[in-house]
């Protein structure tokens, strides 16, 4: 139980409720009860704040077999929502995320060359200002960069693929929309909500790593938390060596798996010019010709490596893999595997398994909404501002 001033307690106890609540979906009082530690007088004081506050609601369960009466359901209102955002080198993607982590409405925004930040904020902004959000409260917005942000300011330091180097973003776009902003890098709130939400649920330590259009991305969470490093910069594997080929990746490194394993190789290897990620995976597991599983034994072999390398390096319990590497994985599991485990070390690798995600093309809409709530999540009755 939380110690401190009775208003600094009232907040820990809601903050608590409604993360439970966020994490884990709906719930009766008295597990709601069970899981925090709180008396059942607690979690009903606790409970009707939130619900003055618009957070949640209560009914009574439809079907109870135990004599007596049933303890409520408490379910969180959808109307609470979040703005997700993902500016990547082909796509705009923005996305209203309700609390309860529903996708509400998706735009896909593309884009004939790389945009600068400059005008991905303004585009986003014009998208934003479109949307239809009566009835909706906004706690903000997060964006998932693929790309390096400086975790003290939230800006990017170094975008590759976008060409974007030591650019502000979130206080531009705050100023150009009227809502806060936070920034983040793609692939560790892709390790978050995948931790949180998706195959990752329950594990505390979890490596995950991205294929897209940017490259490949990675993030890792030890003991339950994010591995941010000193400035935020950790867990960038595609930057990793894993041959001594010339060919350079996004920041001009040889032999790196995100030069060695690209997206663009089998869109080519496919025929395929711009497809979804579901696109991708269903023609890439129907295609068995000789060239296309060359190509995606290549990539493998080089993938292997380079989670061989973080197998040795992090100890995770599980590697989920999202993107064109999951598709890669579901094409050929056994050999990724043999790939993997023959060059790590016995220990480490004992017990890791590897998955593919389960959030799929939701996955970064989840983990930028994520990191907007996450301000709400901490003081619920912040809502009241907003």
Known sequence: MPQGTSESVRRANLSAVLRDLYLHGPSSRSALGSSSGRNRSTIASLVADL???????????????????????????????????????????ITLVGLDTAIIQ?????????????????????????????????????VAVPGQVRAEDGVIANAPHLHWVDEPFGGPLAAATGYPVRVANDAALGALAE??????????????????????????????RLLRGAAGFAGELGHVRVSSSPATDSAGIAGTLEAMVTRAELLETLGLDSPTASELAARLLADRSARTRKVVLRSLDHLGTGL???????????????????????????????????????????????????????????????????????????????
């Open 106 to 142: 998706t735009i896909r925004h593309s884009y004939r060359r790389i945009p600068s930040a400059e005008e991905a904020i303004s585009v986003t902004a014009a998208v934003i200002a479109g949307l239809e959000l009566t009835g909706y409260r906004i706690t903000g917005i997060g």
């Open 51 to 93: 619900a003055s506050l618009g957070l949640v609601t209560e009914k009574d369960p439809e079907h109870h077999g135990a004599a007596g009466r049933p303890s409520p359901v408490v379910s969180l209102r959808p109307e609470t929502a979040a703005i997700a955002v993902n500016p990547e080198i082909d796509m705009l993607t």
């Open 195 to 224: 931790n949180d939400f998706g195959a990752g649920r329950g594990v505390s330590d979890l490596l995950y790593v991205n294929g897209g259009a940017s490259g490949i991305g990675s993030g890792a969470v030890s003991n339950g």
């Open 308 to 386: 061989a390398a973080a197998v040795n390096l992090l100890n995770p319990q599980m590697i989920v893999l999202g993107g064109f590497l999951a598709s890669l994985l579901a094409y050929e599991r056994e050999y990724l595997e043999r790939a993997t485990f023959a060059a790590s070390l016995a220990p480490s690798a004992r017990g890791v398994r590897i998955a593919p995600s389960q959030l799929g093309e939701n996955l970064l809409a989840i983990g930028a909404a994520q990191l907007a709530f996450e301000p709400l999540l901490e003081n619920p009755a912040s809502v009241a501002s907003i």
